[in-house]
């Protein structure tokens, strides 16, 4: 029997890519569901998924850029840079242009240690301010327009809209207005993982199955 194909996948981001819910007392990470997918979706292959998620960071003179430096310090290879950040940002006060230039340096950083980098989205928050909901606007059309060879995005923002929801399926799915409860981690990974395996198709040296994907 031929030794299984292993794809390692760094989630890399805030408190929402940690987890975060119930106030930060119990994390949830999208990852769990998103191995679980992946997993059941590429039987031949070993999913090695690990999460770094810091709560609070931002991507303008925070974290980040240390964070991620020092995970390719440990001299870990990975095929997949998974990784959202901004929306602290957003919240702190900052422009989208200044948190795109700092999530480019970010992407550019996993272009050279990974395969490929997937870009996520900013989900909505619970704020009424039109002024806000412009920035995020702003922000997540600059990511979706960035294009880069082994650069791809997942729309996770548009996967889980917080206003369009419907009333009773958003009480099931977003905890405080920011963060999201357990079914709405496992919706994120749902909406990562169904973006992933649309890549593995199209790039696949054939097209008969997922499973000949090779990173």
Known sequence: MAPQQEIRILCFGASITAGHY????????????????????????????????????????????PRLQHRFKENKKYHWLILQGGGNDLGS??????????????????LLKCAKVM??????????????KARYQELNGLIRGHEEQNFFVADVCKSLPYWSMDPELRKKVWDDGLHFKPLGYDMFGDAIADRLLEVFRETAPTTSSVEQYKL
């Open 22 to 65: 119930c106030f930060g007392l119990k994390h949830h990470p999208y990852a769990v569901r998103l191995k679980s997918r992946l997993q059941e979706a590429l039987p031949s292959h070993t999913i090695t998924i690990d999460v770094d998620g810091l709560s609070g960071d931002v991507v303008i003179k925070g974290h980040y850029l």
């Open 119 to 132: 870009a996520l989205t900013v989900t909505e928050t619970n704020t009424e301010s039109s002024q806000m």
């Open 93 to 110: 006060g900052s422009d989208p242009g200044p948190i795109y230039d700092e999530l480019n340096k970010l992407w550019n950083i996993g």
